[in-house]
């Protein structure tokens, strides 16, 4: 299995000068091959522009101080550039053409295969890469023995601190799933409470308005700040820090979240949103942005793979709008937040009824039974307060036999 491990480093001022003017020359290679597939009639092979670069160093010296697997990645960052944007374009999406890269907009390389490696060095680890040096690391995790690394992506994140990320192949064999999964889930994502599960949980949204208010002060104090001076570039990275505090924030609740549901259960089910389109709708896009639905579910979606769990995502048309005991569709409100259906007199929720049409489509997608066994409640494994509340009486005999029929049809 692939994993990315990400660890922070320690480059002196000599270090840190080499790996900005690495970053600057590749930035301006990365220009280069764009200029020349926009002046291309027909745009060749990845490989054909690849196979320039030795002529290329003739008349451009710069590129000689920069190892070769460097400057092909960056041909390969071109043309994976181009890929994403034809895949937009194919899916209906307005999209324009690939842009150069400013300074700010460019602030990585990536080692393949070769050119790099982690030493000890004096009884302190450290990151060797071929043209550069050697850089100090803080390993706060070992990678696994039996991990064989495959590349190093080096960044400088906006606060001006440099991160190693290591793209990694672990030797193990994948978990099978169970035939016949026993704890399942269905979970329905909002903003009003991040996600209601089948179990009768109801997780709050974390609360981030604290970091928010000193993100929004520091930005304040940064438009009074005259640009490009001193005092500005200080204040800049006051706010990068905010920001970065604030996105770690989010992904510690998430990862956590995600692990838990990954771990404890046999199946879970989601939605399959469109998380970028939802962020472009009118009306609440901050809140439905801060919420991060799609890295929540990429996120459970690789760890439901490592912990040998099905990941089922369904269609969310209408799972608020049906009934979750006679499939009744009732028209609501965003306001309204409990379901009533008119029909079978079935009360719940509103996002707890829709967590149990998402189970109940992902069961009928994966082609198996709900077990009769009612689901037990457990604990969150988070260190921030996180309330939960029984929102459904979970075994429902009407919701089961629902479910049951759905799937031997």
């Not at 990585?108 to 050697?134: A, C, D, H, M």
Request: hydrophobic share 35%.
């Amino acid at each position: 299995m692939h994993y990315n491990y990400k660890y922070r480093l320690d480059p002196p001022e000599a270090i840190r000068e080499e790996l900005l003017y690495h970053v600057d020359t590749c930035r301006q290679l990365y220009n280069h091959v764009l200029y020349l597939l926009n002046e291309a009639e027909d745009i060749p092979a990845r490989y054909e522009v690849q196979g320039r670069l030795p002529d290329f160093k003739t008349w451009w010296d710069d590129l000689g101080d920069v190892h070769s697997k460097v400057l092909q990645m960056v041909v390969k960052r071109v043309y994976d550039n181009l890929s994403t944007l034809k895949a937009q374009k194919e899916n209906g999406r307005a999209v324009g053409m690939l842009k150069w890269k400013a300074p700010r907009e460019y602030q990585s390389f990536t080692y393949n295969q070769s050119g790099f490696k982690l030493k000890n060095t004096s009884g302190r680890p450290v990151l060797w890469l071929s043209k550069i040096g050697e850089i100090p690391i803080h390993l706060h995790r070992n990678i696994p023995e039996n991990a064989t690394i495959k590349q190093v992506t080096v960044k400088q994140e906006p606060t001006g601190k440099w991160y190693a990320t290591f793209g990694i192949d672990v030797d193990e064999a994948t978990p099978e799933k169970p035939e016949t999964p026993e704890q399942v889930v269905g979970i329905d994502v909002g903003i009003l409470k991040y996600a209601h599960d089948t179990d009768g949980y109801a997780i709050e949204s974390p609360d981030f308005s604290d970091e928010r208010e000193r993100l929004e002060r520091a930005q304040r104090n940064l438009s009074r700040k005259e640009r490009g001076s001193a005092n500005w570039e200080k204040q800049r990275q006051v706010v990068a820090e905010r920001h970065a505090d604030l996105k770690r924030k989010r992904r510690d609740f998430l990862h956590k979240l995600s692990n838990h549901y990954a771990k404890e259960y046999d199946l879970v089910a989601v939605e399959d949103l469109d998380a970028k389109r939802l962020v472009e709708l009118p009306d609440n896009s901050r809140n439905r942005a801060g919420a991060a639905w799609g890295t929540f579910l990429r996120m459970l979606q690789y760890k439901c793979k490592r912990e040998g769990t099905h990941f089922v995502a369904v269609d969310a048309e209408d799972t608020t709008k049906e009934c979750a005991s006679c499939g009744v569709k009732t028209d609501k409100p965003l306001w309204m937040r409990e379901h009533s259906c008119p029909s079978c007199g079935f009360e719940a929720d509103r996002d707890a009824n829709a967590a149990w049409n998402i189970l109940s489509r992902g069961l009928e997608k994966v082609g198996v039974v709900h077990s009769e066994s009612t689901p037990v409640e457990t604990a969150l494994p988070v260190d921030t307060p996180v309330s939960a509340k029984r929102v459904v009486e979970t075994g429902s005999p009407t919701l089961k036999e629902r479910t049951e029929k759905a799937v031997s049809e």
